[in-house]
């Protein structure tokens, strides 16, 4: 699973969507070259024109600038008003009728006409997102701002210097100002009649909760004698700090700078989270204690205003195409028959004489596939999570043309964050090689990351998942940037990821056919996901059934099941884009093959697929159609 990584929730319609790709297309689009030839004076004309709006896009939104490793407004946080909004969607739509004046598609290489129908064609994404920028979750327990904007100061603002430092505490004491205008936004949804379930509100409350529990909140206060003491102590007998408090302190103490500047920006931090943090959160703890009165038990999107209309406008974004709800409940259902089938084939192959649920019920219950609830189990999944990333780093030349550069580790999620977070899920790496990419773990609960799954969530998250994909794409020179840093499309970016875990098999690994079974298991979720999401938004499912039909065919507890829907409660459509975008990215392979018999190279169609970045999947299959064609 990949997160709305290098940014906080803008807001539906603004220039950051303007700038991250498109959803349905014209004309079919010629294989992507290099930038020259006929239309090559042109080309370079655009490709100028795409670095001035990325360039533009950097200086308004300074989240993402430090998202990309680049330090502009390093002291600021996004505004994310209804006025800035509405002149970003403005200011989109005007690029858009700059570019369509002084560029003709028939006068562009092959590689700038891609670039140029995307970056038309997400005028219409992002003003037909722009109605529904009201509907979305700000402070839900997955991808909360009160949670994401700790974690950002955290994993994103690096400090190298004091003038990095200084940044950070400007940013403290910028977060409540910040935090403000994100409850002002979640006012004016609820007054549009857009609130969270109930049950959303008792996770996401504990979780703001959490930011300002422990030091400077709680405890002795902190005196400005004390300071020089803490940078030089060790900080595991500080006792309890909160998560932004313990992160200053360490980046502070790894500072090279003077001892007299490391205390005082010390004590300026302590100031900013007392005066401006702890105020803003419990404003955010206020707001959700009252929303929560006034919130029901019905899950669905189908209960908000024009709630059907707003779950159809989500599917056709998450999967780029026009299935309907029905189609895609309809799907998941054959799916799911289809690997409970290759499930029984495993269950033969080991000797199990039972029925499926049986099976089930002994891969929840043997403890020899669960690392124990232990500091050194968890550290141990971590270890062999890695272990398997190294393993298949090994073969990766054998079926991939293109490499990334940047390094993937894994680590396990953060304690502050870990009870709303999901399973598992990937990071990208700064584009200035300051970060790695990270696939994050979540060890909260080791029930839930079995061994059996290890390997093929490894896959998905690392590599040949997630860090090839976003990685390569982020790599790609000649590609405009506002394509290889978008927010892409997550029929294609998790439809690899599940692509990557099936990938594996063919390459040799899930050598222990309990591996491969947890292969079939994480696919099966994937295609439950495509029975459980529609059923809640789209067929009015209430929670519970939804649950019964997790626990009736697949392995998992009731906690597990449980944190599964909520998650496709709080990221309606979400879930149904993982399998509609494997089951497109193995057909056009297939198709391919098919067309190109022995001059199939499975290599070459990987180069295919991520040689240009996040594309929609209809822009996906007519390039492999190109592709095939031209080399048969």
């Keep these: 699973m990949t997160t709305r990584r290098d940014a906080l929730y803008l807001g539906a319609g603004g220039l950051a969507a303007l700038l991250t790709g498109c959803a349905g297309t014209p004309a079919a689009t010629p294989a992507a070259g290099p930038s020259t030839g006929a239309g090559a004076p042109q080309q370079a004309a655009l490709d100028a024109f795409f670095e001035t709006i990325f360039e533009e896009r950097i200086a308004r939104s300074p989240q993402f600038a430090t998202g990309l490793g680049d330090r502009r407004g390093y002291d600021r946080w996004d505004d994310i008003s209804d006025a800035r909004t509405a002149e970003d969607q403005a200011l989109g739509r005007a690029r858009v009728e700059e570019m369509r004046r002084n560029f003709q598609p028939a006068n562009l290489t092959p590689a700038g006409l891609l670039s140029f129908r995307m970056f038309e064609a ?94 400077p909140f709680d405890g002795p206060a902190i005196g400005d004698a004390q300071l020089a003491g803490l940078l030089a102590a060790d900080a595991s007998r500080a006792g309890p700090q909160s998560p932004l408090w313990s992160d200053l302190l360490k980046k502070l103490k790894a500072l090279d700078a003077p001892a007299a500047d490391k205390a005082r920006l010390l004590g300026a931090g302590r100031d900013a989270l007392l005066t401006s943090v702890k105020p803003a959160y419990d404003a955010v703890l206020a707001m959700l204690a009252a929303h929560r009165a006034r919130a029901g038990d019905d899950d669905g999107v189908w209960r908000l205003p024009d709630g059907a209309a707003y779950y159809a406008s989500l599917l056709e974004r998450q999967t780029t195409t026009k299935l309907s709800g029905d189609d895609i409940h309809r799907i998941g259902l054959e799916q799911v028959a289809r690997l409970h089938g290759e499930m029984r084939a495993i269950m033969a192959r080991v000797g199990f004489s039972g029925d499926l649920r049986a099976f089930f019920d002994v891969m929840e219950t043997d403890a020899r596939f669960y690392e124990p609830q232990t500091a050194e189990g968890k550290a141990s999944y971590i270890r062999k999570a890695t272990v398997a990333i190294d393993a298949m780093r090994e073969k ?77 794409a982020q790599e790609l020179d000649a590609v405009p940037r506002f394509r290889r840093f978008g927010g892409g499309y997550t029929a294609y970016s998790e439809g690899w990821g599940l692509y990557s875990e099936r990938l594996a098999k063919e390459m040799g690994f899930y050598t222990d056919p309990y591996s491969d079974f947890g292969r079939l298991t994480l696919e099966l979720r994937r295609a439950i996901r495509l029975v459980v999401d529609t059923g809640l938004h789209h067929k009015r499912w209430p929670r519970q059934q939804a649950i019964d039909y997790i626990l009736a065919n697949q392995p998992g507890d009731e906690p597990q099941a449980r944190k599964d829907i909520d998650r496709y409660i709080v990221m309606p459509g979400q879930a149904t884009a993982y399998m509609i975008g494997q089951m497109e990215i193995l057909r056009l392979r297939e198709a391919a093959r098919a067309k190109m018999g022995a001059a199939f190279d499975i290599r070459g169609f990987h180069t295919v697929v991520l040689g240009v970045g996040a594309v929609p999947l209809d822009i996906l299959g007519e390039r492999v159609g190109a592709w095939s064609a031209a080399a048969g």
Aim: aromatic fraction near 12%; avoid cysteine; charge should be positive.
């Design 122 to 215: 997400e005028a219409a994404r992002s003003a037909a997102a722009y109605r529904w920028r009201r509907y979305g979750y700000r402070f839900d327990q997955m991808n909360g701002v009160h949670a994401r904007a700790a974690t950002f100061l955290i994993n994103q603002h690096k400090v190298a210097s004091l003038a990095d430092a200084e940044a950070y505490v400007a940013r403290l004491n910028g977060l409540g100002p910040y935090m403000r205008q994100q409850i002002a936004q979640a006012e004016a949804s609820a007054a549009a009649g857009i609130v969270m379930p109930r049950f959303v509100y008792d996770m996401a409350i504990p979780g703001a909760s959490n930011i300002i529990k422990g030091a």
């Design 396 to 472: 990766l030349p054998a079926y991939f043309a293109l490499l990334p550069k940047a390094p993937v580790e894994v680590r396990a999620v953060e304690a502050y964050r870990e009870n709303g977070a999901g399973l598992a899920f990937y990071e990208r790496p700064a584009a200035d090689g300051s970060r790695p990419g990270v696939y994050y773990a979540n060890t909260v609960d080791m029930k839930a990351l079995p061994l059996y799954q290890l390997e093929a969530l490894a896959y998905h998250e690392g590599i040949p998942g997630h860090h090839m994909q976003i990685a390569i």
